[in-house]
């Protein structure tokens, strides 16, 4: 059950799409919007998601060739293979069943001939005991106290979904308290630990492989640190461990207990559904980590069964495909109008940028075609005040995302109708632009003189016609953001079908995972080999210290 290879370009409907640019290349979405006959196809209603695609530079046309181009690139046939253990991850020789640790128990997933079902939801009680016995304090730490503190030792896929979701649910928060350790810089684990109490400090090492540099370097750091306040024995008490290598976890004296298993068939930035997500259900309890599986579940079982005019990660993908494909834009921004929200674009950079950032296709032939987008982004209103400028008045055509929410955390907020009307009047706005006519009117209105006016009008007129989506969701919740992730996920996931590459596998983060211990071994044995010259000096100039 491997995917199809089919090359998209080389498609009817790609070809159609070519030609419909040239049609819909200068029209403007506010005169689209207008003309629609059917408003209501361009706005997806799904559970409590709002998701409204109007301001987009597409009609009808656009949207069912964009369909079809899905369809002749057979995406039917690869969320089929997806979600039933087919081996799509082909370099790796791997499923890719990130959906089935969401699972609602009711589905059965065959690998190797085994249902994983059984063994998925065994993993999941047992995260629910460890997080019930640590926040009731049934687990106690060397000294016999409750513990009050968790960190988190992992980098990428084993590091930014936790964070991001841990940041994100905040308001969600059980007693214990949250820590996120990453970075191979000693000074980012020494920062983190020097305020905290190791009688009272839970760490969880995150590492799929137990190799990564980063985090093995960290988890020693601290356990020497925790050694030198308490004692060897402590370690057993204070480190649990997530991981596929049993035999690394065992040498660096991890309680068994304390051991929580994970599959080769989940990749790392897919992973917080899993085990991984251990910090999360610790900081936010289990219940609402059960939450965030079932969001993301419900998003699964959208994706699978609605048709692809209504599917929502397969119009979303659509539209990316044809800003990157036809329109030759180079990045997409991500703003989520909820401070929460502030790592979701770093999350998303990972998750789209590693997946989808390829330029082989599944043929093993160079793509002659724009493959991954650049993702960035922050959130509103900050970034109004930032990089809101160049989206608005540059030379470069960035399709955003907007996500806001109908109703705020807290009871006492009293300023979200002014953080939700900026979320409106700015894609408006993007959408709109502003005219020569009024701003010449303004500025006469302001009481300028006509020489004045007529130097200035050319810098405050807005072309418009930037295309945005908006997703209106009630309220960010666990299970919201299972979703809203998910939905995500499920993007990347149609963009790599139909441009043909192959989204699992990371060989460029493998690679810098060879090149920097080659160099270390050369730093510290103080002898330098043959680097190309620029390099050679650089490392000289860093040993002459
Ligand atoms: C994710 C990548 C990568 C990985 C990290 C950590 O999909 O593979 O970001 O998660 O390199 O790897 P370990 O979990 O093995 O430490």
Not at 111 to 120: E, K, M, R
Request: hydrophobic share 35%.
């Amino acid at each position: 059950m491997s995917l199809k290879k089919i090359n998209p370009i080389k498609t009817k409907s790609w070809n159609k799409l070519k030609a419909h640019f040239n049609e819909i290349e200068n029209k403007e979405i506010k005169n689209l919007l207008s003309s629609r006959s059917n408003p209501s196809s361009f706005s997806l209603e799904w559970n409590d998601f709002n998701i409204d695609i109007s301001k987009n530079r597409v009609d009808n046309t656009t949207l069912n060739l964009l369909i079809d181009l899905a369809k002749e690139c057979k995406l039917d046939d690869a969320i089929f293979k997806q979600f039933n253990g087919g081996i799509i991850n082909e370099t790796e020789k791997r499923e890719v069943l990130h959906t089935a640790i969401r699972t609602d128990g009711n589905e059965k997933i065959n690998v190797d001939g085994q249902n994983v079902i059984p063994s998925i939801l065994e993993t999941r009680s047992k995260i629910e005991s460890f997080t019930n016995d640590v926040i009731s304090g049934n687990i106690k730490g060397y000294n016999n106290k409750p513990f009050t503190d968790v960190v988190n030792i992992g980098i990428g896929g084993s590091d930014l979904g936790p964070v991001m979701v841990v940041e994100g649910l905040k308001y969600y928060s059980s007693r214990l308290k949250p820590h996120f350790v990453s970075n191979v810089d000693g000074d980012h684990v020494l920062e983190i630990i020097k305020d905290l109490n190791p009688e009272t400090t839970l760490f969880v090492i995150v590492s799929k492989t137990f190799t990564t540099q980063e985090t093995i370097s960290n988890a020693n750091t601290i356990k020497d640190w925790l050694v030198s306040k308490l004692n060897d024995s402590a370690v057993s008490k204070h480190f649990a461990a997530v991981s596929t290598n049993l035999t690394e976890i065992k040498k660096f004296g991890i309680n068994p207990k304390m051991v929580f298993s994970m599959n080769d068939w989940v990749g790392g930035r897919f992973s917080l559904w899993s085990s991984v997500g251990l910090s999360i259900s610790l900081a936010i309890g289990y219940d609402n980590f059960n939450k965030l599986l079932t969001g993301a579940n419900k998003m699964d079982k959208h994706f699978q069964k609605t048709e692809f005019k209504n599917n929502i990660p397969v119009v979303l993908a659509l539209l990316s495909i044809w800003y990157n494909n036809f329109f030759k834009c180079e990045t997409e921004a991500v703003i989520p109008y909820t401070q929460y929200l502030n790592r979701l674009p770093a999350y998303l950079q990972q998750a789209i940028m590693e997946s989808n950032g390829k330029s082989i296709d599944r043929n093993g032939n160079p793509v002659d075609y724009q493959t991954g987008n650049i993702i960035w982004g922050d959130t509103g209103t900050n970034s109004q005040h930032a990089f809101f400028q160049l989206i608005h008045q540059g030379t470069k055509l960035i399709p955003c995302d907007f996500i806001g929410f109908k109703k705020p955390l807290f009871k006492e907020n009293t300023q979200h109708d002014k953080l939700m009307s900026n979320f409106f009047a700015q894609t408006e706005a993007l959408m709109m632009g502003k005219s020569e006519k009024a701003v010449v009117e303004e500025l006469i209105k302001m009481g300028l003189d006509e020489s004045d006016v007529n130097s200035l009008k050319a810098y405050k007129v807005f072309e418009g016609n930037r295309p945005t989506n908006t997703l209106l969701i009630d309220q960010l919740s666990p299970e919201s953001l299972g979703s809203l992730i998910a939905m995500y996920e499920h993007k990347i996931f149609v963009q790599g079908v139909i441009w043909n590459i192959y989204s699992y596998d990371q060989w460029g983060v493998e690679l810098g995972k060879q090149l920097a211990s080659k160099v270390l071994q050369e730093i510290e044995n103080k002898k330098i080999s043959n680097h190309d010259s620029s390099t050679n000096s650089l490392l000289k100039s860093y040993l002459s210290n």
